[in-house]
């Protein structure tokens, strides 16, 4: 086994920022009664104003007026960490969220796939740069260890030979134990974990708790550790909140990537697409207006959710100004990737039909995309179908034209030029659209040839029903 | 004037008009017409850009003309896209014509939709050919569908009402179709020079 443990050190204030246009404007995050609220975490910007952790925000405000302030929110870290728990079960079976702010990730049964490790680090790295959150990375071969080493070092790799090295030299101080242990150790004169594993374990276990041996047998791997493993849930939900009221569609633009882009993420890590999912526009008052956004096959490439989604949302008045912004997903179905040609005929080809049938209904409406398809019947407006229909055959029949009117026209001809016919249509006295006609090749005035017919038997007037182009 | 300057360089400065300009080799793309394939210097359509097609009305043979395009495209499975037709394709006619209907598809729009939509057809790269009947254009929505089909290196047809044949348009290929009799005149083909008589078809 080997375990990576991936430090999200400012967890809290990445899942802010991640959410703002511009992560470069100075914000605080707030805690506490109202009469007196804490800084909690700032961000560089805001550092370089002077403003410290553990401010109060009257003294914040007494150096610089010009910060954003959001309240501190612990179920929302709580939700982000758990949306990175999910982004990290693609790349492991294993994923545990039992230390806070830490995600703990078996990486030794991955290491065939994404391996090898300074590889896997490199994507690791990446991929949550790209989602916008600052960390720390070590692996080693217990969970305890690497959670450990994490504190010390950024980008460690140990293995068992080691492991023992690295921990005689760790401070005790960042070693892991209860506070007042520590406390006692460091009263102790013990700095450094070697002097602490050179004392005698009777010793140790007269003047401890049992946990303090139980966590050096851990560090050290001797004692097997326990840790929860995370399953995904069956649905998405991301929202975001805004601390000012959003009057146009064009500013939820930003969020909008950002949501879409984490549905993504948690999709690939489910390995499973999107067919059906719901923006929620919520308002001061009042019912959220719902949005939603569907596809004909299951997706996951977070272009495409987005060009998608903003074509959807586009097409929306916006009613009162909007709060907060959510999207829900919850049939998720399997994802089949498309399968691509080796040889790509035409290079230029950069956007497959099914996108581009997603995008033009995403803009046109629903049933703007429609196919053309056979019916077995004689008659000409049940002979057509816009969807696809099994198993029907062409029937012989003499030629027909190449345009329907939707509605027959009038011809305007008194005394048409007829060039084969009559072909008598009588069909459908079983379903009520029943049909009794005569129908003729005729010659227009302008040279056009019309497909016209007239009620069976009479010799009534004469309508157009399509065009011989 | 006693220099001598080399061709080669003048040429490749740009700074000589060479009268016509170079063809380049493009797919070839048969209407599946004899003499029309003939009469054309590109011997058949214009394979990535747009082939205007003007009509005294709809039906006035422009699908017994487009018919053998759009069946051998479909054979080869490539995708047919109709933007705003003017009626109801009849499939057994177009079945009739051996054009393979699932390949077929129709997207229902309207005025600048309808532009849209062809735009990002032909862009996509995705279609084989693709059929636009605007209701209404301007030269500046023409030149942005041959800029398209450039860009996809599509096959793009746009069917219009016979006045248009007055105004200029940056189409490749501009044909116009007579009903008495019954025949087709190439107004403008690039690449060379139209051919002056009319062309009949035959039915």
Redesign the interface.
């Known amino acids: 086994m080997r375990w990576a443990c991936i430090l999200l050190p400012q967890l809290a204030l990445d899942a802010v920022l991640r959410t703002r246009e511009d992560p470069l404007q100075p914000l605080v995050l707030v805690q506490g009664p109202v009469q007196r609220r804490l800084v909690q975490a700032v961000n560089p910007a805001a550092r370089e104003l002077g403003i410290r952790r553990g401010q109060t925000l009257t003294a914040a405000r007494a150096l610089s007026d010009d910060f954003v302030c959001v309240e501190h929110d612990p179920e929302h870290v709580q939700y982000w960490q758990t949306f990175l728990a999910a982004w990290a079960y693609r790349f492991s079976s294993h994923v545990s969220l039992d230390y806070p702010r830490a995600l703990l990730v078996e990486v030794q049964s991955s290491l065939g796939l994404f391996g090898p490790w300074p590889r896997f680090e490199q994507r690791l790295r990446r991929e949550l740069t790209e989602l916008g959150f600052s960390h720390r990375i070590a692996v080693a071969p217990n969970a305890l260890a690497a959670r450990v080493l994490v504190n010390v070092a950024d980008g460690l790799a140990v293995d068992e030979l080691q492991l023992p090295d690295y921990l005689r030299e760790l401070p005790v101080s960042r070693s892991g134990f209860a506070p007042e242990a520590a406390n006692a150790l460091a009263r102790m004169g013990l700095r450094k974990l070697h002097q602490v594993l050179a004392l005698p374990r009777a010793s140790l276990a007269r003047r401890f708790p049992r946990s303090l041996l139980d966590h050096l047998d851990t560090l050290q791997g001797l004692h097997p550790l326990a840790l929860g493993a995370y399953q995904p849930p069956d649905d998405f939900a991301g929202r975001v909140e805004f601390n000012f009221e959003v009057e146009s569609i064009a500013s939820l633009l930003f969020p909008l990537r950002r949501l879409t882009g984490d549905l993504a993420v948690f999709l690939a890590g489910r390995d499973c697409g999107v067919q059906r999912f719901v923006l929620l526009l919520e308002h001061r008052e009042g019912e959220p207006t719902q949005v939603p956004v569907g596809l004909l096959s299951a997706e996951r490439e977070p272009g495409m959710l987005f060009e998608l989604a903003r074509g959807r949302l586009e097409a929306v008045q916006l009613r009162a100004p909007v709060q907060a912004f959510a999207v829900r997903a919850q049939e998720l179905p399997r994802f089949v990737p498309a399968a691509g040609e080796l040889f790509v005929e ?1 290079p ?6 099914e ?3 997603e ?2 209904r995403a ?2 409406g629903d ?9 077995a019947d004689h008659r ?1 407006e049940q ?4 969807q ?1 229909q099994a198993g029907a055959a ?2 012989d ?1 003499p ?8 509605e027959p026209q009038p011809l305007d001809d008194l005394f048409p030029r007829i060039l084969c016919g009559p072909e008598r249509i009588e069909s459908g006295w079983w379903d009520g659209g029943d049909v009794r006609r005569d129908y003729y090749l005729v010659e227009t005035r ?5 497909w016209a017919f007239h009620a069976a038997g009479g010799a009534g007037p004469m309508w157009v029903h ?4 | 004037m006693g220099s001598v300057v080399a061709l080669d360089s003048l040429l490749q400065q740009r700074r000589v008009w060479r009268g016509r300009q170079e063809v380049p080799p493009a797919k070839l793309q048969p209407t599946g017409h004899a003499v029309l394939d003939a009469a054309l210097p590109s011997g058949g359509w214009h394979a990535a850009a747009l082939n205007e097609i003007l009509l ?9 003309l487009l ?1 053998p395009t759009l069946a051998r495209l479909t054979a080869e499975d490539e ?1 047919v896209v109709l933007v705003a ?13 051996r054009v393979a ?2 390949r ?6 309207s005025g600048s ?1 309808a532009l ?2 062809a735009e ?2 032909l ?5 084989g050919a693709v059929l636009c009947w605007p209701e209404r254009t301007d030269d500046r929505a023409l030149r942005r569908l041959q800029v398209a089909a450039e ?3 599509t096959l793009a047809f746009v069917l219009r009402p016979q006045r248009e044949a007055i105004n200029a348009s940056p189409a490749a290929l501009r044909l116009l179709l007579e ?2 009799p ?1 025949q087709l005149r190439v107004l403008k083909c690039r690449g060379g020079l139209a051919p002056s008589h009319a062309l009949a078809l035959g039915h």
């Open positions: 035409r230029q080809q950069s956007l497959a039909w996108q581009l049938r995008r033009l803009r046109l049933d703007a995309v429609q196919g053309l398809a056979l019916c000409p002979a057509w179908s816009a696809p062409q029937l029949e030629p027909r034209p190449g345009w329907l009117l939707a302008d040279g056009r040839r019309a399509g065009w011989f182009a | 005294p009305a709809a039906g006035s043979g422009e699908l017994q018919w995708r037709p003017p009626a109801i394709p009849f499939a057994p006619a177009w079945a009739q014509a209907l699932p077929l598809s129709i997207i229902q729009a939709d849209w939509a990002q057809c862009r996509s790269g995705s279609c860009t996809g290196d009903l008495r019954n």
